[in-house]
């Protein structure tokens, strides 16, 4: 009868039996391999599978613990020599087994979320003993570190915020793990818009905007793996830094072209706009600019052209949708009407309003005193800065729990005047604190 075939599995299984009914493996003889597998056909495939299965098996029971005895050594030994692996080959299973002692111990010292100085050394020396290579265990590891990483993350931002230390902790976790931001960039944020904006709105409420603020942003979006938000969050520091410049009286100039001025008066603003006006129930519009001065508002057409003092202006009213429109309202004389800017621009417009209503201000006399001697508010300054931030928080938008807060604190030399005050919502002026 011509001998069974039997495959890997099978091959192990019976050498695994006779190394069992062996009552002492140290004095086996070296026929052990043709003993065991008489009468059974197999290819020098299989053998070779099942050889190396069955060392890895004992090897990883002798070292599970990270370390090996004299007994253990020298039974690995002879078990080598009854398999027939050559020196080449039990070193790479030794060197493989190593590599899974290394990913359970990481697994276990991780699966509480923290891992600690002991276990990092306990990994150290799970490292040594195997003289496993780095970038092995960086690929043995990955996706329990990523794991690891990610729980890390979730856990700093269950606040809703990612602080500088936090970012830094996370960086030098990622660093010691080895994740390459490719494996970083895998990571999904589900609510990395609202933490951008939690972050935007604590760095408006300082009422300034410094450089190392777009540093912290560009941080966060990384982390967050948002680069999709990153620029409109930059243009929205970008656009409060010029109003924040604009209610401290630091308007931008430009260049006045052929527009004649007064001795004296810049021009801060040239926007392309359509004037609307209504006559006998009927709109009529103007093509021209509208030149946003020092002293007064123009508007230059080619068949209309006017120009308003800010004393005039009764009323200002901005729209900032997909038609933004601005509408002036005059006490007297002409230049009222609504004015739509011919590029939908809202952070342009955004700007503009804050331009007019400071400069509308500075003309009425309501700019005050830049001392800091009170903190008393007049009911003069309260309404004017109620009207100017259209009785909302300038940070959220809320218009609850409203308090009128210091842009630049009084406690640090700000004064309580028009320009040095805003409306801020309880949460924004209380993450806010003392703060520039």
Known sequence: MPPRAIGASEVQQRLSLALQACPDIAIATDDFLDTALAGFDYTKKDLIGAVSSLYAEAYYRCAKDSDLSREEIRYLGVLQRLLRLTDDSAVKIAYRVGLAIYKKRFREAVSDGELTADETEILQDVKELFGLHKRDIR???????????????????????????????????????????????????????????????????????????????????????????????????????????????????????????????????AIPATLETTRGGRIARHSGTLYIGSQRIRFVGLRRSHELRYQSLLQIDFQILKQSKLTLTVAQ??????????????????????????????????????????????????????????????????????????????????????????????????????NI
Request: charged residues 25%.
């Open 333 to 434: 004389g002409g230049g009222g009407g609504v004015y739509r800017p011919k590029r939908n621009d809202p952070g342009l417009l955004v700007e503009v309003q804050e331009a007019i209503r400071f400069l509308v201000r500075k003309a009425k006399g309501f700019e005050g005193s830049r001392g800091r001697d009170t903190r008393y508010i007049s009911a003069e300054v309260r309404s004017e800065v109620w009207y100017r931030d259209n009785a909302q928080c300038v940070i959220c938008g809320a218009t609850e729990y409203l308090e009128f807060d210091h842009i630049i604190p009084h406690s640090k030399g700000g004064a309580t005047s028009v320009d040095n005050l805003q409306l801020l919502c309880r949460g924004c002026n209380s993450r806010k604190s003392d």
């Open 139 to 269: 690929k043995a590891i990955a996706e329990q570190a990523l794991a690891y990483y990610s729980f890390l993350l979730y856990d700093a931002l269950r606040d809703g915020v990612l602080t500088d230390d936090e970012m830094a902790r996370l960086a030098d976790t990622a660093r010691t793990l080895g994740l390459s931001s490719s494996q970083l960039a895998t990571i999904s944020v589900p609510n990395k818009r609202e933490i951008l904006s939690t972050a935007l709105a604590a760095i408006k409420a300082k009422g300034v905007i410094q450089s190392e603020d777009y540093d912290h942003i560009r941080s966060l979006a990384e982390y967050l793996n948002a680069s999709e938000l990153l620029s409109a969050c930059l243009m929205d520091l970008e656009l409060y830094e010029r109003i924040f410049a604009i209610r401290a009286g630091q308007l931008p100039i430009i260049d006045s072209h052929e527009l004649l001025l007064e001795r004296g008066e810049r021009l801060h603003y």
